[in-house]
Protein backbone atom coordinates (compact mmCIF):
# COMPACT_ATOMS: atom_id res chain seq x y z
CA UNK A 1 0.00 0.00 0.00
CA UNK A 2 1.26 3.29 -0.84
CA UNK A 3 0.68 6.28 1.36
CA UNK A 4 0.36 9.63 0.30
CA UNK A 5 0.54 12.60 2.41
CA UNK A 6 -1.26 16.19 1.55
CA UNK A 7 1.07 18.51 0.04
CA UNK A 8 -0.03 20.74 3.42
CA UNK A 9 -1.43 19.67 6.41
CA UNK A 10 -1.11 19.41 10.25
CA UNK A 11 -0.32 22.62 12.73
CA UNK A 12 -0.51 25.97 11.26
CA UNK A 13 1.42 28.87 12.19
CA UNK A 14 -1.32 30.25 14.57
CA UNK A 15 -1.73 27.11 16.48
CA UNK A 16 2.21 26.02 16.88
CA UNK A 17 2.60 29.88 18.17
CA UNK A 18 -0.19 29.31 20.73
CA UNK A 19 1.17 26.09 21.69
CA UNK A 20 4.95 27.58 21.88
CA UNK A 21 3.12 30.28 23.85
CA UNK A 22 1.87 27.67 26.33
CA UNK A 23 4.59 25.96 26.46
CA UNK A 24 7.30 28.44 28.02
CA UNK A 25 4.41 29.81 30.21
CA UNK A 26 4.10 26.80 31.87
CA UNK A 27 7.88 27.30 32.80
CA UNK A 28 7.15 30.18 34.17
CA UNK A 29 3.70 29.83 35.54
CA UNK A 30 2.62 26.97 38.10
CA UNK A 31 -1.52 27.41 37.18
CA UNK A 32 -1.48 29.14 33.89
CA UNK A 33 -5.75 29.63 32.93
CA UNK A 34 -6.77 29.07 29.28
CA UNK A 35 -10.23 30.36 28.13
CA UNK A 36 -12.03 27.21 26.32
CA UNK A 37 -9.46 24.33 25.06
CA UNK A 38 -6.46 26.13 23.85
CA UNK A 39 -6.52 23.49 20.53
CA UNK A 40 -9.13 21.04 19.60
CA UNK A 41 -7.42 18.77 20.41
CA UNK A 42 -7.72 16.73 23.62
CA UNK A 43 -4.95 14.44 23.68
CA UNK A 44 -2.71 17.81 23.75
CA UNK A 45 -5.00 19.67 26.69
CA UNK A 46 -4.15 16.74 28.39
CA UNK A 47 -0.74 16.99 28.26
CA UNK A 48 -0.43 20.96 29.12
CA UNK A 49 -3.17 20.21 31.94
CA UNK A 50 -0.93 17.81 33.65
CA UNK A 51 1.88 20.87 33.53
CA UNK A 52 -0.52 23.24 35.01
CA UNK A 53 -3.04 24.63 32.77
CA UNK A 54 -6.68 24.52 33.62
CA UNK A 55 -9.01 25.42 31.03
CA UNK A 56 -11.98 27.79 31.85
CA UNK A 57 -15.33 27.72 30.04
CA UNK A 58 -16.12 31.66 31.37
CA UNK A 59 -13.60 34.63 32.80
CA UNK A 60 -16.45 34.84 35.87
CA UNK A 61 -14.61 31.34 37.22
CA UNK A 62 -11.67 32.97 37.71
CA UNK A 63 -10.63 32.79 41.18
CA UNK A 64 -10.55 36.54 41.80
CA UNK A 65 -10.14 36.61 45.84
CA UNK A 66 -8.07 39.37 47.52
CA UNK A 67 -4.12 39.30 46.40
CA UNK A 68 -4.92 36.43 43.47
CA UNK A 69 -3.79 37.68 39.70
CA UNK A 70 -4.02 34.65 37.91
CA UNK A 71 -2.62 34.23 34.18
CA UNK A 72 -4.96 33.83 31.32
CA UNK A 73 -3.36 32.66 28.09
CA UNK A 74 -5.92 33.53 25.03
CA UNK A 75 -6.06 30.94 22.30
CA UNK A 76 -5.64 31.45 18.53
CA UNK A 77 -9.38 31.52 18.16
CA UNK A 78 -9.75 35.40 19.58
CA UNK A 79 -12.02 36.72 21.75
CA UNK A 80 -14.15 39.54 21.93
CA UNK A 81 -12.95 42.72 23.06
CA UNK A 82 -15.38 42.79 26.30
CA UNK A 83 -12.78 40.00 27.48
CA UNK A 84 -9.82 41.98 27.43
CA UNK A 85 -12.03 44.78 29.57
CA UNK A 86 -12.66 42.13 32.12
CA UNK A 87 -9.06 41.33 32.69
CA UNK A 88 -8.28 45.10 32.49
CA UNK A 89 -10.57 45.57 34.96
CA UNK A 90 -9.97 42.71 37.34
CA UNK A 91 -5.67 42.56 37.18
CA UNK A 92 -5.77 39.24 35.35
CA UNK A 93 -2.46 39.12 33.66
CA UNK A 94 -2.91 38.40 29.82
CA UNK A 95 -0.88 36.25 27.49
CA UNK A 96 -2.00 36.63 24.00
CA UNK A 97 -1.76 33.71 21.54
CA UNK A 98 -4.49 34.91 19.72
CA UNK A 99 -3.53 34.20 15.55
CA UNK A 100 -2.15 37.75 14.40
CA UNK A 101 -4.39 36.59 11.03
CA UNK A 102 -7.81 36.55 13.78
CA UNK A 103 -6.44 39.95 15.55
CA UNK A 104 -5.95 41.65 11.93
CA UNK A 105 -10.26 40.68 11.56
CA UNK A 106 -10.83 41.91 15.04
CA UNK A 107 -9.00 45.15 14.01
CA UNK A 108 -11.47 45.84 10.39
CA UNK A 109 -14.61 44.82 12.68
CA UNK A 110 -13.87 47.30 15.31
CA UNK A 111 -12.47 50.13 12.85
CA UNK A 112 -15.46 49.87 10.18
CA UNK A 113 -17.89 49.33 13.13
CA UNK A 114 -16.55 52.66 14.69
CA UNK A 115 -17.34 54.39 11.27
CA UNK A 116 -20.89 53.62 11.45
CA UNK A 117 -20.40 50.30 9.05
CA UNK A 118 -22.87 47.17 9.65
CA UNK A 119 -20.30 44.02 9.83
CA UNK A 120 -21.62 40.68 7.79
CA UNK A 121 -19.78 37.70 9.15
CA UNK A 122 -19.27 34.49 7.33
CA UNK A 123 -18.63 31.78 9.22
CA UNK A 124 -20.18 29.31 12.06
CA UNK A 125 -22.17 31.18 14.99
CA UNK A 126 -21.40 28.75 17.72
CA UNK A 127 -17.56 28.77 16.67
CA UNK A 128 -15.39 30.83 19.36
CA UNK A 129 -14.03 32.49 16.70
CA UNK A 130 -16.73 33.92 15.27
CA UNK A 131 -17.76 34.64 18.55
CA UNK A 132 -14.59 36.32 19.39
CA UNK A 133 -14.91 38.64 15.83
CA UNK A 134 -18.33 39.45 16.69
CA UNK A 135 -17.52 40.67 19.94
CA UNK A 136 -15.37 43.69 18.07
CA UNK A 137 -18.39 45.37 16.47
CA UNK A 138 -19.36 48.61 18.00
CA UNK A 139 -22.64 48.39 16.15
CA UNK A 140 -24.87 45.98 14.21
CA UNK A 141 -23.25 42.62 13.55
CA UNK A 142 -24.87 40.09 11.27
CA UNK A 143 -23.77 36.40 11.18
CA UNK A 144 -24.37 33.90 7.98
CA UNK A 145 -23.26 30.67 7.57
CA UNK A 146 -23.17 30.54 3.40
CA UNK A 147 -24.70 33.10 0.29
CA UNK A 148 -28.52 31.18 0.92
CA UNK A 149 -28.45 31.68 4.78
CA UNK A 150 -27.54 35.84 3.43
CA UNK A 151 -29.76 35.69 0.69
CA UNK A 152 -32.87 34.02 2.90
CA UNK A 153 -32.22 36.30 5.89
CA UNK A 154 -30.05 39.79 5.34
CA UNK A 155 -33.11 42.18 5.49
CA UNK A 156 -30.84 45.04 6.30
CA UNK A 157 -29.51 47.92 3.93
CA UNK A 158 -26.41 46.67 2.17
CA UNK A 159 -24.91 50.33 1.93
CA UNK A 160 -22.34 50.74 4.80
CA UNK A 161 -21.48 46.93 5.27
CA UNK A 162 -18.12 45.44 5.94
CA UNK A 163 -17.73 41.72 5.29
CA UNK A 164 -15.30 39.47 6.36
CA UNK A 165 -14.82 35.39 7.03
CA UNK A 166 -14.30 32.87 9.51
CA UNK A 167 -10.48 32.09 8.73
CA UNK A 168 -11.11 28.57 8.01
CA UNK A 169 -14.23 29.30 5.93
CA UNK A 170 -14.74 27.07 2.57
CA UNK A 171 -13.02 28.51 -0.40
CA UNK A 172 -16.01 27.23 -2.79
CA UNK A 173 -18.39 29.05 -0.76
CA UNK A 174 -16.38 31.99 -0.42
CA UNK A 175 -15.70 32.30 -4.20
CA UNK A 176 -19.84 32.08 -4.82
CA UNK A 177 -19.86 34.72 -2.27
CA UNK A 178 -17.30 36.92 -4.15
CA UNK A 179 -19.33 36.51 -7.09
CA UNK A 180 -22.29 37.83 -5.51
CA UNK A 181 -21.07 40.86 -3.91
CA UNK A 182 -18.74 41.51 -6.96
CA UNK A 183 -22.14 41.84 -9.58
CA UNK A 184 -23.80 43.86 -6.63
CA UNK A 185 -24.57 47.44 -7.64
CA UNK A 186 -23.90 48.38 -3.88
CA UNK A 187 -20.48 50.48 -4.04
CA UNK A 188 -20.44 50.76 -0.15
CA UNK A 189 -19.72 47.30 0.43
CA UNK A 190 -16.15 46.81 1.87
CA UNK A 191 -15.42 43.32 0.84
CA UNK A 192 -12.25 41.67 3.40
CA UNK A 193 -10.97 38.28 1.84
CA UNK A 194 -10.21 36.88 5.99
CA UNK A 195 -9.73 33.64 4.96
CA UNK A 196 -6.21 32.33 6.39
CA UNK A 197 -4.04 30.88 3.50
CA UNK A 198 -2.74 28.06 5.57
CA UNK A 199 -6.59 26.88 5.28
CA UNK A 200 -6.94 27.15 1.57
CA UNK A 201 -3.74 25.74 0.93
CA UNK A 202 -4.88 22.48 3.29
CA UNK A 203 -8.33 22.53 1.45
CA UNK A 204 -6.70 22.74 -1.94
CA UNK A 205 -4.28 19.58 -1.27
CA UNK A 206 -7.37 17.95 0.57
CA UNK A 207 -8.63 18.09 -2.47
CA UNK A 208 -6.08 16.72 -4.51
CA UNK A 209 -5.08 13.76 -2.34
CA UNK A 210 -8.71 12.75 -2.77
CA UNK A 211 -8.72 12.77 -6.41
CA UNK A 212 -5.50 10.50 -6.51
CA UNK A 213 -6.45 7.82 -3.36
CA UNK A 214 -8.93 5.17 -3.14
CA UNK A 215 -8.78 5.91 1.10
CA UNK A 216 -8.38 9.17 2.51
CA UNK A 217 -7.92 9.58 6.94
CA UNK A 218 -8.46 13.21 7.42
CA UNK A 219 -6.99 13.21 11.37
CA UNK A 220 -8.30 15.59 13.73
CA UNK A 221 -10.03 16.21 16.87
CA UNK A 222 -13.77 16.18 16.54
CA UNK A 223 -14.26 19.75 17.32
CA UNK A 224 -12.19 20.74 14.97
CA UNK A 225 -13.99 23.59 12.72
CA UNK A 226 -10.96 22.94 9.83
CA UNK A 227 -10.82 19.40 10.47
CA UNK A 228 -14.38 19.45 9.62
CA UNK A 229 -14.00 21.10 6.23
CA UNK A 230 -11.67 18.64 5.09
CA UNK A 231 -13.45 15.93 6.06
CA UNK A 232 -16.12 17.37 3.18
CA UNK A 233 -14.19 17.98 0.90
CA UNK A 234 -12.43 14.78 0.91
CA UNK A 235 -15.64 12.90 1.11
CA UNK A 236 -17.31 14.83 -1.82
CA UNK A 237 -14.55 13.60 -4.08
CA UNK A 238 -13.55 10.19 -2.20
CA UNK A 239 -16.68 8.59 -0.65
CA UNK A 240 -13.89 6.64 1.25
CA UNK A 241 -12.57 9.64 3.46
CA UNK A 242 -13.10 9.05 7.36
CA UNK A 243 -12.23 11.81 9.87
CA UNK A 244 -10.40 10.01 12.92
CA UNK A 245 -9.19 11.54 15.93
CA UNK A 246 -6.69 9.21 17.00
CA UNK A 247 -4.75 5.87 15.20
CA UNK A 248 -7.55 4.13 17.50
CA UNK A 249 -9.95 5.01 15.13
CA UNK A 250 -8.67 3.62 11.79
CA UNK A 251 -10.95 1.75 9.80
CA UNK A 252 -8.30 -1.28 9.76
CA UNK A 253 -10.84 -3.58 7.50
CA UNK A 254 -10.99 -1.13 4.96
CA UNK A 255 -7.69 -0.07 4.45
CA UNK A 256 -6.41 -3.58 4.35
CA UNK A 257 -7.16 -3.80 0.03
CA UNK A 258 -6.54 -0.46 -0.35
CA UNK A 259 -3.59 0.30 -2.84
CA UNK A 260 -3.80 4.06 -2.45
CA UNK A 261 -3.98 5.69 0.66
CA UNK A 262 -4.35 9.55 1.31
CA UNK A 263 -3.73 11.20 5.02
CA UNK A 264 -3.98 14.68 5.88
CA UNK A 265 -4.74 16.93 9.03
CA UNK A 266 -6.58 19.13 10.57
CA UNK A 267 -4.87 22.45 11.77
CA UNK A 268 -4.89 21.33 15.24
CA UNK A 269 -3.45 18.24 14.95
CA UNK A 270 0.13 18.01 16.12
CA UNK A 271 3.23 16.00 14.34
CA UNK A 272 3.42 13.22 16.84
CA UNK A 273 -0.54 12.54 16.46
CA UNK A 274 0.24 11.95 12.33
CA UNK A 275 3.25 10.31 12.95
CA UNK A 276 1.31 7.63 15.75
CA UNK A 277 -1.39 7.11 12.34
CA UNK A 278 1.10 6.24 9.90
CA UNK A 279 2.79 4.25 11.97
CA UNK A 280 -0.36 1.86 12.67
CA UNK A 281 -1.26 2.16 8.85
CA UNK A 282 2.91 0.99 8.21
CA UNK A 283 1.89 -1.85 10.73
CA UNK A 284 -1.17 -3.04 9.78
S1 LIG B 1 -5.63 28.53 10.45
FE1 LIG B 1 -4.68 30.49 9.93
S2 LIG B 1 -5.85 31.98 11.12
FE2 LIG B 1 -6.26 30.00 12.03
S3 LIG B 1 -4.74 29.82 13.64
FE3 LIG B 1 -3.88 28.87 11.80
S4 LIG B 1 -2.63 30.49 10.85
FE4 LIG B 1 -4.06 31.45 12.30
Not at 60 to 70: A, N, T, Y
Not at 180 to 200: G, H, L, Q, V
Not at 248 to 253: F, H, K, R, W
Amino acid sequence: MEIIMADYYGTCFGVDRALDMTNEALNNYDTLYCLGELIHNRRVVERFEKRGLKVINDLESLDLKEGKKPTLILRSHGVGKAAYEYCKYNDIKIIDATCPKVKKIHEIVESYSSDGYSIIIFGNENHPEIIGIKGWSAGKAYIYSDLDDFIDNHKEDLSKSCIVFQTTYNTDKFNKIKEYFNNSPNNDIIFKSTICNATERRQNACRKLAGECDIVLVVGGKQSSNTKKLFEIGKEICKNTFWIENSNEIPYNLIKNTKRLGITAGASTPLWVIEEVILNVRKK
